[in-house]
């Protein structure tokens, strides 16, 4: 692991061999995701595990929100959001920009 890689890793709940994370980030729960092997993630990433929306937090605390499998690469400035579930497969190959999430929302009339 190089650099910023080395420093972030252990917060994670898994991060595999030779992945990397780029300088600037923001990570949300970076306990509740877990990488693969060689998934890189470009500078400007923001992963955000939704943790307020996990229902009974308590008994679902190992359950993970976000999973990255390996190989898969993310071009950077984008955003990776899950208050579910989000599962991204193996060697994906995610342009810069991109915005992926799930919701937990919902809509009711008010009449």
């Keep these: ?3 910023t890689s080395a420093l972030v890793a252990p917060s994670f709940y898994e991060f595999g061999k030779r992945s990397v994370v780029e300088s600037p980030f923001r990570l949300v729960n970076q306990h509740r995701i877990a990488g ?3 998934v890189f993630l ?3 990433m923001w992963l955000n595990a939704v943790e307020d929306a996990v229902e009974d937090a308590a008994e679902d605390s190992d359950r993970l929100l976000i999973t ?3 190989g898969s690469q993310f071009s950077g400035y984008g955003v990776l959001s899950a208050a579910t579930s989000v599962h991204v497969g193996q060697s994906v190959l995610v342009a ?3 915005y992926i999430a799930d919701h ?8």
């Design 68 to 70: 990255i499998g390996d």
């Design 1 to 3: 692991m190089r650099g």
């Design 36 to 38: 693969g092997n060689g």
């Design 96 to 98: 810069p920009g991109c």
């Design 104 to 111: 937990r929302h919902a809509f009711s009339r008010a009449d």
């Design 42 to 44: 470009g500078p400007g």
